[in-house]
């Protein structure tokens, strides 16, 4: 007689990690200060003492990192005249899904002469799981935005590759709300087109983009090119004032050579954050 699964009567759902969390900074004696912190479940924020007029914000997820059917939502706010920039604690860890996408929302906004810096570190996709991920910025005219989305496609010294992996990314920037930037990066659980294709991921297990919008972005894009001359997989281009940068590679160490000197050009000057490190 064949075996049956056991039914068990009344299950209970699988407990699932939510959390929702918002910074808000405004202008003040010449600095950034906080203005707003918000935070409930496993969502938290951690603002570091500053080292500049800028104000850094850490996010964390207390969950440990997230599976099918979790739910995050994070929301920064830099207001009139202030520099916000927002990291998190560590990579972002993305398990086996027995059901269902983990999401992800991020909404940005930045106020007349302000700049936000989107740097968190990098996501990590197990074997098996499913993320589904969506950023919306809205900016001032005169406003400057610096983000970053990095992925790291399995565990290398585990010998994954997360070819059963699903990854659904969507982005959407927004200038006194006129579409400036819209994109879209989606891989499917099972598909070696997209990885394997030289037009696409070409074998890679790290990748990354990096939008920047603000003034000097020709100019900018000149000095991004001559850092990026010893990256194959690696690339820049301009649209306005619109920068996009590109980068593939081997693994995720690989990727943060080529990413942190980019973000240290385009960080006005000051420092990678802290918790970034090679």
Not at 233 to 241: E, H, K
Request: glycine share 8%; with cysteine; proline share 3%.
């Amino acid at each position: 007689m064949l075996d049956t699964p056991s039914i068990v009567p009344n299950a209970q759902p699988l407990q699932r990690a939510q959390g929702t969390a918002k910074v808000a900074v405004k202008h003040r004696d010449g600095k950034s200060v906080l203005d707003t912190l918000y935070q409930q479940g496993c969502a938290k924020i951690r603002i570091p003492k500053s080292q500049g007029n800028w104000l850094e914000a850490v996010l964390i997820n207390s969950s440990g990192g997230l599976t099918g059917g979790d739910r995050l939502a994070w929301a920064a706010e830099a207001q009139a005249d202030t520099h916000l920039v927002v990291t998190t604690q560590a990579c972002e860890r993305v398990y086996r899904s027995i059901g269902g996408h983990a999401r992800v929302t991020t909404e940005l906004e930045i106020g007349s002469g302000a700049r936000l810096d989107w740097l968190p570190q990098e996501t990590i996709l197990f074997e098996a799981a499913a993320l589904d991920r969506k950023l919306d910025v809205s900016m001032a005219a005169d406003a400057t935005f610096l983000g970053l989305e990095a992925v790291i496609l399995g565990r290398e010294a585990m010998g994954e590759d997360a070819i059963a992996s699903a990854l659904t990314d969507r982005w959407r920037v927004r200038r006194e709300g006129q579409l400036l930037h819209a994109e879209m990066t989606r891989l499917e659980a099972g598909c070696l087109i997209s990885r394997t294709n030289h037009a696409l991921l070409d074998n890679a297990r790290a990748f990354g983009t990096l939008c920047f919008i603000g003034e000097d972005a020709d100019r900018k894009a000149e000095q991004i090119k001559a850092l990026l001359a010893a990256c194959p997989n690696g690339g820049v281009s301009t649209i306005g004032d619109k920068l996009i940068v590109r980068a593939l590679a081997a693994s995720g160490y690989d990727l943060r050579k080529v990413l942190m000197p980019v973000i240290a050009l385009l960080a006005a000057g000051q420092a990678v954050p802290r918790l970034w490190t090679l």
